[in-house]
Nanobody
Framework: QVQLVESGGGLVQAGGSLRLSCAAS????????MGWYRQAPGKQRELVAT???????NYADYMKGRFTISRDSASNTMYLQMNSLKPEDTAIYYC?????????WGQGTQVTVSS
């Protein structure tokens, strides 16, 4: 099993920044890809960004360079730096980890961007 704990969400004004963290524990060696997803009220959960165990990143097109995903292998922590936040970025942000046969989710952290 893998446990994921997100932190760093909160309320920020449009144009501001936040950094989300996801601390992973448990069978870390089984993880191939980690990522961030988000779900806004009334909408489906959508991809934000992913990062592989080798550090290869992938971003949703709507990011347009505003968000950066990274990870610290020493502390088993993944980050999402979010800049130039917009009200439409308001959502619950979820940490995700995928192994060969399993998918794990964190409990989510709320990000609210006020206009």
């Amino acid at each position: 099993q893998v446990q994921l704990v997100e932190s760093g969400g909160g309320l920020v004004q449009a144009g501001g920044s936040l950094r989300l963290s996801c601390a992973a524990s448990g069978r870390i060696f089984s993880i191939n890809v980690m990522g961030w997803y988000r779900q806004a009220p009334g909408k489906q959960r959508e991809l934000v960004a992913t990062i592989t165990s080798r550090g290869r990143t992938n971003y949703a097109d709507y990011m347009k360079g505003r968000f950066t995903i990274s990870r610290d292998s020493a502390s088993n922590t993944m980050y999402l730096q979010m800049n130039s936040l917009k009200p439409e970025d308001t959502a619950i942000y979820y940490c995700n980890a995928q192994g060969d046969w399993s998918v794990y989710w964190g409990q989510g952290t709320q990000v609210t961007v006020s206009s």
